[in-house]
Every structure is written in structure tokens, then in C-alpha cells.
């Protein structure tokens, strides 16, 4: 990613990105993707900290890489850090950015989680969480079925669908071991074939 | 309790380390998102925990603020090993897959045209939001055992998908409305 960015970063800067962060951990409900919209009002088009393509090559990359997708969180603040000077700011912002949206969110989950193990044999704790078994695990699908149709190039989609629909069965009904599928798909898309 | 003799001939996450290289492999291998992944590593083929358990764990990652992927690491490290588990859990998710990225991140700039990486992508992206659609279905079989009963489980999880998937509503809504109804219908259902 190249920056083409020059920006200069004062400690209130700094201190505003990382109470940003914070701000957005509590806004977090069903993962930070959501609080995505927010972070580019604040980021590219108020403060002009980080330009529009590298907003979206960071969100875009940490897609593909391995791990969770919270961590295109990391490389905003890493891009707004590098953009403000080099690989030092670089470390800096990544270290605000990700502490910012961790510590409030993961503090509250650790302490509900604290409680509710606690109290696991009361009615209403019971009630909450068979109740929302339903709704969370449809959830679960509503993720995938979005990510599914995130693919609209209506030329390829069908082969894509075909490939989404036969992962889903397979999946589904064996139990074989899910890097295999990644492996097969991403030789798949390599040689052109979806 | 059966919980507990479910608890003691099932495996455990044995130190810290365990639950810090377990979790990192788990997110090593997630690309496109870990949320698959977790469901298939820890319980099918770790077995820390039953698909009952996960869901009840799921609904809580859920509905708390941050990562679903990363609250749920976190509850399982610290019922394990409490706090330094919740930490180690969490380090594990996170730690070396934000060193691989910022590699992808400075190598990205290099190959980000070449088109078998742009096919290569879109490839695990296909496969990805498959596993997570099967990993919902899987779960979805769990749900027998549900005080709710079939058919309120599908009326509810019906609901939610269309919600989400197909009118794209807010989440928060969503949660808020389904979850109030799938919470008065098991507090009904759950005679003291």
C-alpha cells in the first residue's frame, strides 16, 4: 500500500484516535465490521487521515488474511500511523487503534461471561441464552448467506454460487477437514476456473 | 448434575500455552473469518466443548459489544484458566495472524494485480461463506434439545435470517425485537 499520504500527528490526535476507538468498542454489537461506516466519516472524511484506497485495501486484506476479521482495525491504525511518519507511528497507531476497540468490549464480555457462568443455573440466565440459541445461530447463516452474495458480477456468479452451494453440503454432511476446501477454492479461483 | 460428568470424560484445554497455540492455530487456519473454524476445531475435533454449550457461549458473544469470534475465545480461555486464560485465549487469536497480516499487508501492494491472486481470493471467499453457512446449519441440528420445541427455534431463526439476510435490517433491532420474544418464550417454558 502506498501511502499518498502526508499527514503530521500531534498527542491530542493521537489521543482522539484512540478515544475514538474505545467510543466504537461499545458501539461493537455483532463485531466491529459494523462500526465500519462510522471509522470512514471519522478517519478519511473528517480528519483526511487515511485516503479512501487504503481504507479499503485494509479492510479488504485482513478479508483475506488468516485470523479475525477485527484485525483490519489493526491496519487502519497501522496506515494512519505509517501516513504520519513511518513504521514507528506505524506501530504506534496499530497499538491504539487495537487497544481501543478491544479493551471495553472484551472487559464487558469477560465480566458478563464472569457472571453469567456464576449464575448459569438461574431461570432468566437460562431463558437468555436457550432463547436466543435460535436467533444467533440463524445469525451465523444471515453471515455467510451475505458474504455469499457480496460476488455481483453477474457473468461468473453462477460458478460461484455452484462452488458456495457445494462447499455448504459437503461442509454439512462430512467431516472433512475445512483447509482442504479453502485449498481447493483458492486453486480454483488461481487457475481462472470461478 | 450430568453436566458434570459431561464436564469430567470430555478433553480440556490441559495450561496456558495449550490454550495460546490451540487459538492461534484456529485463527491461522480462518481465512475469510475464523467463525467456521472455531465451531469445527472446538467442537468436533478438540470436543471442549458440546454443540449445546457453543451455542449458549455463541449467544453471549454475540449479544456482548466486539469480535464474536474473539468474545468467545476469551469465555472459554477464562473458564479454563480464568483471567491469564481469557488473556492467553485472546493473545492466541490474536498475535501472530496480526504479524502475518501486516506482512500480506506490506507484500499486498506487489501482487494485488496479478489476476491468479485476485482469483485465488475470490475462491476462499466463496469457500469461506460456505463453511460459515454450513457451520450454521450444523449448529442449527443442536437445537433439538431446545426447550422452545422445532418449530419455534425455525420461526425464529426464519425471521432473523430474513431480517438480516434478505431486508438487511440493523442488527441491533433485530437482536433486540427476536431476542425479547426467544426470551419470554423460554422463561415460559422453563418451569422453576
Known amino acids: ?194 | 448434575m450430568t453436566d458434570l460428568q459431561k464436564a469430567e470424560d470430555r478433553p480440556r484445554p490441559q495450561s496456558l500455552t495449550d490454550l495460546f497455540v490451540s487459538f492461534t492455530l484456529i485463527a491461522l487456519q480462518g481465512f475469510g473469518g475464523v467463525l467456521a473454524i472455531i465451531q469445527y476445531e472446538l467442537v468436533e475435533r478438540k470436543r471442549w466443548l458440546s454443540k449445546e454449550e457453543f451455542i449458549e457461549d455463541w449467544a453471549v458473544a454475540q449479544i456482548m459489544p466486539g469480535p464474536n469470534v474473539v468474545n468467545i475465545s476469551l469465555m472459554i480461555g477464562a473458564r479454563s484458566f480464568g483471567l491469564p486464560g481469557a488473556m492467553a485465549a485472546l493473545a492466541g487469536m490474536l498475535a501472530v495472524p496480526l504479524i502475518v497480516l501486516l506482512l500480506l499487508a506490506l507484500a499486498y501492494s506487489h501482487y494485488a494485480t496479478h489476476p491468479g491472486v485476485t482469483g485465488a481470493l475470490r475462491g476462499m471467499g466463496a469457500v469461506a461463506s460456505g463453511l460459515i453457512i454450513a457451520s450454521g446449519l450444523k449448529l442449527f441440528n443442536a437445537l433439538k434439545k431446545n426447550p422452545l420445541g422445532m418449530p419455534w427455534c425455525i420461526a425464529l431463526g426464519s425471521l432473523c435470517f430474513i431480517a438480516i439476510a434478505l431486508l438487511r435490517w440493523p442488527l441491533i433491532y433485530v437482536l433486540l425485537g427476536l431476542g425479547i420474544v426467544g426470551f419470554g418464550l423460554a422463561y415460559r417454558k422453563l418451569k422453576p
Open chain 1, 1 to 194: 500500500m502506498n501511502s499518498a499520504l502526508q499527514i503530521s500527528m500531534q498527542w491530542s490526535d493521537w489521543l482522539n484516535l484512540f478515544g475514538h476507538y474505545l467510543l466504537l468498542s461499545l458501539l461493537s454489537i455483532g463485531g466491529a465490521i459494523t462500526t465500519a461506516p462510522e471509522m470512514h466519516r471519522y478517519l478519511v472524511d473528517e480528519h483526511r487521515w487515511l485516503t479512501d484506497m487504503q481504507f479499503n485495501a485494509s479492510i479488504s486484506i485482513a478479508q483475506a488474511a488468516p485470523g479475525p476479521n477485527i484485525l483490519f482495525v489493526a491496519l487502519m491504525g497501522w496506515n494512519v500511523g505509517i501516513n504520519a511518519g513511518g513504521f514507528g507511528t506505524g506501530l504506534l497507531g496499530l497499538t491504539l487503534t487495537m487497544a481501543g476497540i478491544l479493551l471495553p468490549s472484551t472487559t464487558l464480555t469477560y465480566l458478563a461471561a464472569k457472571w453469567g457462568h456464576r449464575n448459569r443455573d438461574l431461570r432468566a440466565v437460562r431463558a437468555f441464552k436457550l432463547g436466543l440459541s435460535p436467533i444467533v445461530i440463524a445469525l451465523v447463516i444471515a453471515t455467510g448467506w451475505i458474504l455469499a452474495s457480496a460476488n455481483n458480477n453477474p457473468a461468473e456468479d453462477w460458478r460461484i454460487w455452484l462452488l458456495i452451494i457445494a462447499t455448504t453440503l459437503i461442509v454439512w454432511r462430512t467431516r472433512i477437514h475445512l483447509l482442504w476446501l479453502l485449498g481447493a477454492g483458492a486453486l480454483l479461483g488461481w487457475f481462472g476456473l470461478i
